[in-house]
């Protein structure tokens, strides 16, 4: 069901909002992180730390939850679709998997918090503070991405997509195949199999991977 024009700007105004809030409080959530490892005043510390749940708890969560389901709605009740166009499908995708790990921090995000507000010496959560600035400088990243893509939006339509437009492939012996995939997806997904394979050896060698110090 296509939306109406009204209704299709109000989706895309809350979508745009909750997107550029859930960046600018993650890089807030960044800076706290960054004082909690560097700053030698315990007083700012425990207050970094303490804000650190704050913010991912009452900011980071509800917009990140709000962007992920306007999004979902901008996809089905536009032209867009939702598995029509390659930049949709990804930025959906990268959308679910930051929030996805959002939801697995947010258990030792407490934790670090409830530690800053008793006696207990946050040294031994040093591991735990550094686990999350990695967390906030690649979900940061993974935000620009997704940016780019809702700006550029790259051409690119999938199997899917095709069958749906009823569009015709240039060559009809790729259709579906890698070979036949834009340019911008196949560098892509060779991005995403590094990150894979980089975050795989950071777990195996008890690194800072989603679920680390939970």
Do not use: E
């Amino acid at each position: 069901m296509i939306m109406t024009s009204n209704i299709r700007k109000l989706m895309l105004t809350f979508h745009v909002t909750a997107s550029i809030g859930w960046a600018g409080a993650l890089a807030v959530f960044l800076a706290h992180s960054l004082v909690s490892l560097s700053n030698q005043d315990p007083a700012m510390v425990r207050a970094a730390c303490l804000m650190m749940g704050i913010t991912a708890w009452f900011v980071i969560l509800p917009l990140a939850a709000t962007s992920l389901v306007t999004g979902l709605m901008q996809a089905m009740g536009t032209a867009w679709g939702l598995f029509r166009h390659y930049w949709v499908t990804i930025k959906l995708l990268l959308t679910a998997f930051a929030t996805a790990v959002l939801l697995l921090k947010l258990t030792p995000i407490s934790a670090l918090s409830a530690a800053a507000q008793t006696a207990f010496s946050l040294q031994d959560f040093a591991g735990l503070q550094l686990s999350l600035l990695v967390h906030a400088a690649g979900g940061l990243g993974v935000l620009l991405v997704t940016t780019a893509l809702a700006i550029y939006k790259p051409a690119g339509l999938t199997p899917y997509g095709t069958r749906m437009l009823g569009t015709r492939s240039t060559d009809r012996r790729d259709a579906g195949s890698i070979a036949g995939l834009p340019r911008w997806v196949k560098g892509f997904l060779a991005a995403a199999v590094v990150f894979l394979l980089l975050l795989v050896a950071m777990l195996m060698h008890g690194g800072h991977g989603p679920g680390a110090h939970m």
